[in-house]
């Protein structure tokens, strides 16, 4: 019988591996510091699966992948990043294991034999494990040294691994579906073949993309909240408002990863060198996507720059809805994200049209979804449109109750419009207000979606949690509050936009939706008239004619990551020329190249006085 004292050195470990009943000597192993390892086995191929046995922070990795499943599990390089980057030393690097030299190899023995015997059976015992059963690759186990208790977990792929993609991607998005895919779940416009259970423990942890989340246990809905860790030690937030705080978490990190699409760049198959001019009808003029104005390109400080028709940039395809070949958008105007030593971008951008699904379908459906409804705020917001207010029945009930508790918890009174524009695809605009002389009064938000019910019920689960979150700061800064409201200049962020128009003072903002004399909408009226349709495809094609109804076009574009690939995920981001993309900062509007802004017939009225136009309007309070 072996003892813990007969556990070999760390030149035996492949012996030990390979002596096991049933375990395959492995494609390699690695052995040694989380950033350094050396390489102490190799077969030659360099593929089939590995072992690893990193050490790192107190804790010994013991790693399971294989490099030629670049569709499968994270590799040492992906574990590597997942764990510095939480931590000051996020810049570590990854150096390439070799095989032993002698300061390297001694090293990762000394490591090895500091383990203990305890912890180094341990070790053994689960690598040969993950060779004999044959885990998916990135199965991960950590062992506590301290106390020898063994964890286990998930490694995701990570964009940019060279270990783990290829070398480029493509942005055309391949419509056409399996039909499973595009079936949907009852009631809703998501797919009906479930999530994977594991979903939220799988991007869980120092090990993969996400701390544990937050939960808010003060707001008046369960809201979870994950941070998508940045280069710069900042956290992107990803949101989930729901029913249920489970739900809710996974909601959140299924925004957390629409986030990380955002802000990868991947290498793009079928990249052209042109100028707008050469290109002409197979190009997408950014400037009908929204464009700063020429006194805001003028400015000194601003840091973008417009696309001039003669300058050559790099262009992406993208795939048209319906009929009709790619074309091409502006790869600089793909993401919201600027990398560095990049031309500056044309414009500033959010995320706007970012969606994830688990099929193209259904991710870009949502993304136009996103854009309707902004594009609706927006249209409503400037050129201050007289919105029929929605009146609840007897089968609203659900959506009065979540109304009501808003206010029971709050203090906030929550009116619904209904904010369907010309483009015909459900709008539900949600407003929040309190009378006071001080503290926040004032927040808003809006959905959009095929069901006006389950729209109406986003509404208020959005404001809501704006609601939540402004009672919280809102006393953080009063010389900011104050400062925001002597010069809209001085807002930048989403934060500042609410936060202005929470004040006393902008009360006045909103009187054109507060107005007693307006029409209204029965919820259940509008609940009966929307369509119908058995499929996500069929949804799609609905919205998509409802747009081209209005003049406007559809395309969309691959975003997807080997992050969201692993769990069967995959991103689009759509874009709608001409309809009103949404900003943050007052000096950072875009409101040229958009002709539904300044004119054209819309379904509700205009409260904008003759002799101001949308460019004299307050900041929108949207966030």
């Not at 055309?172 to 399996?178: E, H, I, L």
């Not at 594991?198 to 869980?204: H, P």
């Not at 903002?509 to 107005?515: E, G, K, N, S, V």
């Not at 574009?557 to 943050?584: I, K, N, Q, Y």
Request: glycine share 8%; net charge negative.
């Amino acid at each position: 019988m072996r003892t813990q004292t007969h556990v070999p050195p760390a030149a035996d470990l492949v012996s030990a591996l390979s002596a096991d009943a049933g375990a395959p000597t492995p494609a390699e192993v690695l052995l040694g510091p989380l950033t350094d390892p050396t390489r102490i086995h190799a077969d030659g191929a360099g593929t089939g699966r590995s072992i690893a046995v990193l050490f790192w922070c107190g804790s010994v990795y013991v790693l399971a992948y294989d490099r030629a499943d670049q569709g499968g599990g994270g590799c040492p390089r992906c574990l590597a990043w997942s764990l510095t980057r939480h931590v000051d030393s996020a810049d570590l690097p990854f150096e390439e294991a070799s095989d032993s030299d002698s300061a390297k190899g001694a090293r990762s023995d000394a490591l090895w034999r500091q383990a203990g015997p305890a912890v180094r059976t341990v070790v053994t015992r689960t690598a040969a494990l993950f060779l004999r059963e044959n885990p998916p690759a990135g199965t991960l186990a950590m062992v506590d040294r301290a106390g020898g208790t063994v964890r286990q977990g998930l490694v995701p792929p990570r964009t940019g691994c060279p270990a783990c993609q290829s070398a480029t991607t493509t942005t055309t998005v391949a419509f056409g579906s399996a039909p499973e895919l595009l079936e949907k779940s009852e009631g809703a416009l998501r797919a009906g073949r479930p999530l994977p259970p594991t979903l939220t423990s799988d991007y869980m942890g120092p090990h993969s993309l996400f701390r544990e989340p937050l939960a808010d246990l003060d707001g008046p809905l369960p809201t979870a909240q994950v941070g998508l860790p940045l280069g710069n030690g900042m956290l992107e937030p990803g949101v989930g408002r729901s029913r249920s705080f489970a739900k809710s978490r996974t909601t959140a990190v299924l925004e957390g990863l629409e986030r990380l699409a955002g802000f990868c760049h991947q290498p793009v198959d079928g990249t052209v060198e042109a100028s707008l001019s050469e290109l002409g009808t197979r190009a997408i003029d950014p400037r009908t996507l929204g464009y700063h104005s020429a006194d805001q390109y003028a400015r000194e400080d601003f840091p973008w720059t417009p696309l001039d028709p003669a300058e050559t940039v790099e262009w992406v395809p993208v795939t048209p809805l319906g009929e009709g070949p790619a074309r091409y958008l502006p790869e600089v105007a793909l993401s919201w994200v600027r990398r560095p030593g990049t031309r500056q971008p044309f414009f500033y951008d959010t995320s706007n049209g970012f969606a994830l699904g688990q099929s193209h379908e259904e991710a870009t459906l949502h993304g136009l979804f996103e854009i309707v409804e902004r594009d609706a705020f927006l249209l409503t917001w400037y050129r201050k449109l007289l919105l029929p207010e929605l009146t609840l029945g007897p089968a609203d009930s659900d959506v009065r109750d979540l109304m009501e508790r808003v206010e029971v918890v709050t203090g906030f009174r929550v009116r619904l419009y209904w904010a369907t524009l010309d483009i015909e695809i459900p709008v539900v605009l949600a407003l929040a207000q309190r009378d006071a002389d001080s503290g926040p009064c004032t927040l808003v938000s809006t959905a959009a979606g095929l069901y006006p019910r389950a729209a109406a019920e986003s509404a208020i689960f959005e404001v809501a949690a704006r609601v939540a979150s402004m009672r919280c700061v809102y006393d953080d800064d009063p010389e900011h509050r104050q400062r925001l409201a002597e010069d809209h200049d001085s807002l930048v962020t989403m934060d500042d936009h609410s936060l202005l128009g929470a004040l006393p003072a902008s009360r006045d903002w909103f009187a054109f939706l507060t107005t007693p004399d307006r029409p209204e909408v029965s919820l259940s009226a509008a609940a009966a008239a929307a369509p119908e349709f058995g499929t996500l495809k069929e949804d799609l094609d609905y919205v998509r004619t409802r747009i081209e109804a209005v003049g406007s076009h559809v395309y969309a574009a691959d975003l997807t990551t080997p992050e969201l690939r692993w769990r069967g995920l995959v991103c689009t981001r759509s874009f709608v020329p001409g309809c009103l993309p949404m900003t943050f900062g007052h000096r950072t509007r875009r409101m040229e190249g958009l002709p539904r802004l300044h004119g054209g017939r819309l379904p509700h009225p205009s409260l904008l006085p003759d002799d101001q136009t949308p460019a004299d309007v307050p900041p929108h309070p949207f966030a």
